[in-house]
């Protein structure tokens, strides 16, 4: 099994520039969990978009969907910010036979104190586990998007009573 | 679901006692891990041993199984020591109803650079998915404890050829 | 010796609001990394603002310098933005009989990597050794603020050739 | 100036291996913490010995002594085990014209939290703003290293009453 990781910025990629007094999406980090993880599977980093999930656009969307339905692979986790991640979920439903799980954080990755690292861990360990279909992995638990909603007050996918 | 987290000690959990100079099993650290993570899970610590995996006994491989077998909780993950994980898990082997996965580290958690975060998320991830069993998280997979050894060259686990 | 720690906001205090999609001043660092280093000080920490230093005003500098001078104490630590650190050092020249070594970060004390650390210790330092007068304590060395300049470009401090 | 960092081993540098299940004083940490502070003075490291300060002996500690009396520089930083530094600053008191600074950490450097990092940056700083003569940067203050003990239960350098 090769593991396809799609990246497309979010909180999880932010890094400060001082030259601007402000933070940026950066370059992917899970590349460096994975090491750092001495992770010994197989996966490919698809680096696909450096944005704010707000900023994602229904082009954005199409274009993540299309890169996903075109790649011969079948196990896909997808990084992304927490804003707009289950629009995206959504737009991935009509894809059939793959299993995508969608990640990001609230807290950047460089942060000393992160759940970048952790979530990271679970889409890659979920992707390799579940059967085809679309899912968020976040707060330590496996969502069906069509169940959550972000909640912004205390900062976490929380199911829909 | 309530996932039971039963600790028994391993290098994830070692720190640093400048008084007498050397490393020590320390408290298990898994509960700072899951809150630094934001984990809405339900789950309970169970803290049964604090021992380096070498030094554990056969009567401390039946405390693990006797402590799980008689727990009325289904979805167990247990943190320990990578030299003896495999002996554990074959001891575990015997219980039929319950998912069980084991994990550990080969740098502790208290280390800047660390696997520790990621296993440890890997492991709350897989007993949320898998079907009743015993399985080993780690190094980014999934195993099967009857089918791979540690490599001690390269410090990690691997399938056995 | 007592030792006053003034704090105005600056990169070393900004902190990520995943609800906003920005980085903010938060709370000072600086007492944690004391803490942290087991530091055996007498020291007072003095929040008196929370800004980036672009926004600093001066009436903002105007009360760091009343603040600093109708104060007891005779050596002062003072974390500031480095954008206009060196305007701040310049309101201070004023007060002959003080130690006042102003010092901040190019990257946030949140962050895993990060100067702060190094930073704030070098401050504190300094302040125990020198003897009245202005100082900026940054990429490791003591500047007279009146010989240096930030470099925006490799982002740090040097001398005025 | 020039500042030339003599690493002697000690706490600072311990690194955990786990194939022999202990730690070891690994390669010094010193240059990378300098790297991360982006410090920009001219500086050397001088590699010397990577023992626990506790297995030094009189052998070593007169090389560490002849190493810097030939060193044609005058500021010198060293890194050193907590347990003994205050035998090596003594026996560096014959050297009449240089500045020495001891230095070493209660965690190590590769650790989460540590004072090693705070420590670094307090003998680099000391060690351009003092007097020619041995002293001890822990725990955020300058110590003269015949006014001071380790105080063991709590992990610190004192002033002796």
Redesign the interface.
Known sequence: MIIKIVTTGG?ID?I?F??K???QVGAPQIGE??T??????DYEVIQLLRK?S?DLTEADRRLIYETILSDPGRHFVISHG??TMLLTAKALKKINDKVMVLTGS???A??????A??????A???V???KPGVYI?M????FDPAKIRKN??L??F?PIE
């Open positions: 909180t932010k400060y001082d030259r007094n402000e933070f969990v994975l750092e993880a001495n992770v010994t599977l704010d707000l927490t804003d609230m807290q950047p460089k942060f000393r104190q992160t759940d690292v952790f979530n990271i861990a679970a890659i360990t979920a390799q586990l579940l992995a707060n330590g638990r496996i912004i007050e900062n976490r929380e």
